[in-house]
């Protein structure tokens, strides 16, 4: 069964730094794009950054700068970190791991969702 999860969210002062992690099943991890997304409610959902599996990266608007994506293949893990965070940044934090580069709505699969964790920024 493959497996997406996320940690590491939790409450940060705004300016403060977090990094998010997610595991992936290892049958996936290499051959897979992994990317970041985030939901806040009332806005769509947002492409945070996201990472292929030869090393390409893409960033939202509202992360380029702040935030950098890696991945470990070793420990079948990506990681998100979040620099200079602002209020508006809070929000659930998806990863998904998927064969359609950063095209997740067009994408038809297949791809994986984790649960998603939390990151609340405030003071």
């Known amino acids: 069964q493959v497996q997406v999860v996320e940690s590491g969210g939790g409450l940060v002062q705004p300016g403060g730094s977090l990094r998010l992690s997610c595991a992936a099943s290892e049958s996936i991890f290499r051959i897979y794009t992994m990317t970041w997304y985030r939901e806040a409610p009332g806005k769509p959902r947002e492409l945070v950054a996201g990472?292929?599996?030869?090393?390409?990266?893409k960033f939202g608007d509202s992360s380029k700068g702040r935030f950098t994506i890696s991945r470990d293949n070793a420990k079948n893990t990506v990681y998100l970190q979040m620099n200079s965070l602002k209020p508006e940044d809070t929000a659930l934090y998806l990863c998904?791991?998927?064969?359609?580069?950063?095209?997740?709505?067009?994408?038809?699969?297949?791809?994986?969702w984790g649960q998603g964790t939390h990151v609340t920024v405030s003071s």
């Open positions: 998904n791991a998927d064969t359609c580069p950063f095209d997740i709505d067009n994408c038809s699969g297949p791809y994986y």
């Open positions: 990472i292929t599996a030869g090393g390409s990266t």
